[in-house]
């Protein structure tokens, strides 16, 4: 069975680019313009993973990924975005994202990513050294454990404990 993907992000070459680059790789890939698309969409096709991004016109990506997380609680949003800081990625991980990465794209990163966020990896010790060194500049959290922060060290955080260190930031 393939993944459904849903890209959320008003640049529509970059999302035809994801949508090539996934589709290639066994995916199934739905791409919204606009945060306002985004809920309906997410309605419609029920992906396993959401790529959000932050930055858009109109309804950006922190107040989509906030509805989205509003109506179903469970869904494995990553949020996408050119911005590297640090704050942004621990306000994205208190708010419900699954992880936060930054463009461009690592290809590799982001299959691992999506591997994740559909099941593959739950466990933040299944990672190797070698995964955690190639993946500088992430954040990952599911459920109540942060996986890597964007300096690349382990974390082990609740997810109150993000929420506290987002807000002190």
Same mark, same amino acid.
């Given at each position: $069975?393939?993944?459904?993907?849903?890209?959320?992000?008003?640049?529509?070459?970059?999302?035809?680019?994801?949508?090539?680059?996934?589709?290639?790789?066994?995916?199934?890939?739905?791409?919204?313009?606009?945060?306002?698309?985004?809920?309906?969409?997410?309605?419609?096709?029920?992906?396993?993973?959401?790529?959000?991004?932050?930055? !858009?016109?109109?309804?950006?990506?922190?107040?989509?990924?906030?509805?989205?997380?509003?109506?179903?609680?469970?869904?494995?949003?990553? !949020?996408?975005?050119?911005?590297?800081?640090?704050?942004?990625?621990?306000?994205?991980?208190?708010?419900g994202a699954f992880d936060y990465i930054t463009k461009p794209l690592n290809p590799n990163y982001?299959? !691992?990513?999506?591997? $994740?966020?559909?099941? =593959?990896?739950?466990?933040?010790?299944?990672?190797?050294?070698?995964?955690?060194?190639?993946?500088? =500049?992430?954040?990952? !959290?599911?459920?109540?454990?942060?996986?890597?922060?964007?300096?690349?060290?382990?974390?082990?955080?609740?997810? =109150?404990?993000?929420?506290?260190?987002?807000?002190?930031?």
């Amino acid at each position: $069975m393939k993944n459904k993907i849903l890209v959320v992000d008003d640049e529509r070459d970059y999302c035809e680019a994801l949508q090539d680059l996934l589709n290639g790789n066994g995916c199934h890939v739905v791409s919204v313009h606009s945060g306002k698309e985004a809920l309906p969409a997410y309605r419609q096709h029920q992906p396993d993973v959401v790529l959000l991004d932050v930055l !858009m016109p109109g309804k950006d990506g922190w107040e989509t990924l906030l509805e989205l997380i509003a109506f179903d609680p469970e869904a494995r949003v990553i !949020m996408v975005t050119a911005f590297h800081e640090e704050k942004l990625a621990l306000q994205a991980l208190a708010d419900g994202a699954f992880d936060y990465i930054t463009k461009p794209l690592n290809p590799n990163y982001l299959e !691992m990513a999506l591997k $994740m966020a559909c099941g =593959g990896v739950d466990n933040p010790e299944c990672f190797s050294a070698d995964a955690l060194s190639l993946n500088k =500049g992430t954040a990952s !959290m599911r459920s109540s454990k942060c996986r890597l922060n964007p300096f690349g060290s382990s974390l082990h955080l609740s997810r =109150g404990e993000v929420r506290r260190t987002a807000d002190a930031k």
